[in-house]
């Protein structure tokens, strides 16, 4: 069965610093893809990156990078230059198999806190 | 190029009523997948659609919720008969076949009374 772990419910970071949010991951599928989203206070989900598990490089899209580490089952996303606006609630997600059509599986999440 | 659609956007109901969340996904995208979020429970997944044929419908909760797409464009999700722990935000999300990533509505923030 699936299972995504995100161990960190809380994170502080100092304003234009880089943080890492930890996610690692469970699956017995070779053929899988690993999500972030973000979910400000106003509540809307929004996509930030994409790993797919044949990918050879890590995903990177502008300030977010996903640190895919496929031997320990981790795909951890870093924010470098925290903003302001950064503070919000972020999940991991995993979905197997290839496609848009599959089950996806989210984490529990870890709230972000921006400190100017 | 309008994203996904739900609606209505807030519903108060009373216990015992039937309650009817509704989505439309993005042109093109055959997935739908209703989710619900609450603070204790988190970011649910009830069901999904492929070419608008339910796939997996484990995480349904009880057979008080039930949920249809009769064509490409429209999905609903219905509770009949809606308890208070049935309150939640109900997320619609829509996805291309050969895409990654969803897309998500704005979400429906249901309260039963």
């Known amino acids: 069965a699936q299972k995504i772990t995100q161990t960190q419910p809380g994170m502080f970071v100092q304003e234009k610093e880089a943080v890492t949010l930890d996610c690692t991951y469970d699956?017995?599928?070779?053929?899988?893809?690993l999500f972030w989203y973000k979910q400000p206070s106003s509540g809307e989900m929004i996509f930030l990156i994409y790993?797919?598990?044949?990918?050879?490089q890590n995903a990177t899209e502008g300030r977010y990078s996903l640190n895919f580490q496929k031997a320990r089952k981790s795909a951890n996303l870093v924010i470098s230059a925290s903003q302001l606006g950064d503070s919000a609630m972020y999940f991991c997600?995993?979905?197997?198999?290839?496609?848009?059509?599959?089950?996806?599986?989210f984490g529990a999440g870890t709230r972000l806190f921006v400190k100017a | 190029d309008a994203g996904v659609i739900q609606s209505p956007r807030h519903e108060v109901t009373e216990m015992g009523q039937e309650v009817t969340l509704r989505c439309k996904p993005i042109?093109?995208?055959?997935?739908l997948f209703w989710y619900r979020q609450t603070m204790m429970r988190g970011l649910e997944l009830l069901i999904y659609?492929?070419?608008?044929?339910?796939?997996?419908d484990s995480g349904m909760p009880e057979d008080r919720f039930s949920a249809k797409m009769p064509n490409a464009s429209f999905s609903t999700l219905k509770i009949q008969p809606s308890e208070p722990r049935d309150s939640a935000v109900y997320f619609c999300?829509?996805?291309?076949?050969?895409?990654?990533?969803?897309?998500f509505g704005p979400g429906t923030r249901l309260t039963v009374l």
């Open positions: 790993q797919g598990s044949y990918d050879q």
């Open positions: 699956t017995s599928d070779p053929s899988y893809g």
């Open positions: 999300a829509s996805s291309t076949p050969m895409g990654g990533e969803q897309f």
């Open positions: 659609f492929n070419n608008n044929v339910p796939i997996d």
């Open positions: 997600a995993m979905r197997e198999g290839q496609g848009g059509g599959f089950k996806t599986i």
């Open positions: 042109s093109g995208h055959n997935s």
